[in-house]
Every structure is written in structure tokens, then in C-alpha cells.
């Protein structure tokens, strides 16, 4: 099915871990993004992609890092885990014209 | 980036139209407005977008004054399952020309049988 797939779903990391979380779409969408939403709060901009090659920092870019190879895909890197970083990791994307973004279903993460 | 404020909460009974207000005095003139809808441990789902007046859709109606200083989302004759958290944003287009969607803590819903 057409979409945005994120993996893992679930991982659990220790402080100082480094790991990637990916996401992958399949509607030849230039805009990516990554959002972080903690408990009863909105969903806050990481980081985004207007197109392959080209990223820029959102609201709380710190203690991540992003990379845009291909119009597919747009992983999120987190260098060195912290408990702060404990949070719902949702990628989305969006068509040129189109402001209404695709949401993947979320990665949930703990960093103990 | 343009905020946005939207009530915390609202209850509503099955089969009532509701009606969610959203203020936005800081628009710019190339801003749309963008409603999402969230159920728990799910992402976002687009409901529905527009820049002025009113658009309708299967979902929903979204009505813009002139002044586009505030918007309304309406969802006709609830259900259950359309208890969830809504979301009213402003798109703010950047020197990329990029959408970056600023989220706020958004309007939960409960629908009441």
C-alpha cells in the first residue's frame, strides 16, 4: 500500500547508544519530515527536506542528524542517546501543491 | 511561524454537529490552514485545507472569514469514532519554498454516546 513506512516500530536504546530510525515513502513526494510528539503535547518539527540532497533544521534539531540520498527515503539519525530524547518519532511527507502531509505510523522510543 | 489557538477540550453526543474555532492573528497572506486529526498511537491524518470562505469535503466543512484571523473546523453528525485529538496549523512557507507545519497542543474531542 502506498504510504510512509517507519521502522522500528518500538526500540528501546541506553544512554550513549547511537541508532537510525528510518522512513521510507512510496508517492514520489519531495517534502520529509520528522517530528518527535512527547505526552499531551503537540508535535514538534526536527527536521525536514524540500527535495533529494537538500535538508534544514526544525524547531528542536539537537541530537539529530538527517540525510536525504534519494526521494524514498529520510532517516533520522540520533548520534548519542539521551533519556531526553524519549518520545513518538513520526515522519511524514508531502507532494509539490499538496499541504496536506502523510503521516507514518510513529516509532516509539525509550532511552534509559 | 504563525500560532495558533484552539480550545483544549470539548465533549460532544453522538450525532451533534461540533464545531471547532481556531485563531490564527498572525496569518500571512500566502498561508493556508490545515486540520489534522490524531487517534491515539496513530500519526496525524489531513482532513482538510483552505485559505479563504468555505470548503467541504466528505470528512468535513471548514469555514475562513474574510479576515482569516481565525477558521472553524465542523464535523456534521458525530460518532464515537470520531472521538481523537484535532489540529489546526498554519503552513509557513520557507526561503525553500517548503511547508514546515507547525503543530500545537490541539483540541481533543470526546464524543459522548
Known amino acids: 500500500n502506498a504510504g510512509v513506512t517507519q521502522t522500528p516500530k518500538f526500540q528501546v536504546l541506553k544512554t550513549g547508544q547511537s541508532m537510525t530510525l528510518q522512513c521510507a515513502q512510496d508517492?514520489?513526494?519531495?517534502?520529509m519530515s520528522w517530528y518527535r510528539q512527547d505526552p499531551g503535547m503537540g508535535l514538534r518539527l526536527i527536521h525536514y527536506?524540500?527535495?533529494?540532497?537538500?535538508?534544514d533544521q526544525g524547531e528542536v534539531p539537537n541530537g539529530y542528524n538527517v540525510s536525504r540520498s534519494t526521494t524514498e527515503d529520510f532517516p533520522l539519525r540520533l548520534l548519542s542517546a539521551a533519556p531526553s530524547q524519549t518520545s513518538v518519532y513520526f515522519c511524514?511527507?508531502?507532494?509539490?501543491?499538496?499541504?496536506?502531509?502523510?503521516f507514518g505510523s510513529g516509532t516509539r522510543l525509550t532511552v534509559v | 511561524l504563525a500560532k495558533t489557538t484552539q480550545p483544549i477540550s470539548m465533549d460532544s453526543y453522538e450525532g451533534q454537529e461540533v464545531n471547532i474555532t481556531c485563531s490564527h492573528n498572525?496569518?500571512?497572506?500566502?498561508?493556508?490552514i490545515t486540520w489534522y486529526q490524531q487517534f491515539p498511537s496513530q500519526g496525524p491524518r489531513f482532513i482538510i485545507q483552505?485559505?479563504?470562505t468555505k470548503v467541504t469535503n466528505e470528512v468535513a466543512s471548514l469555514f475562513i472569514p474574510a479576515d482569516r484571523k481565525s477558521s472553524t473546523l465542523s464535523l456534521p453528525r458525530v460518532s464515537l469514532s470520531d472521538t481523537a485529538v484535532y489540529y489546526c496549523?498554519?503552513?509557513?512557507?520557507?526561503?525553500?519554498?517548503?511547508?514546515?507545519?507547525?503543530f500545537g497542543k490541539g483540541t481533543k474531542l470526546s464524543v459522548i454516546p
Open positions: 511524514a511527507s508531502s507532494g509539490v501543491g499538496n499541504y496536506g502531509y502523510t
Open positions: 483552505g485559505y479563504k
Open positions: 508517492m514520489n513526494h519531495e517534502y
Open positions: 527536506s524540500v527535495g533529494a540532497g537538500i535538508t
Open positions: 498572525n496569518i500571512a497572506t500566502n498561508d493556508y
Open positions: 496549523l498554519v503552513g509557513v512557507r520557507s526561503g525553500a519554498g517548503s511547508y514546515q507545519l507547525t
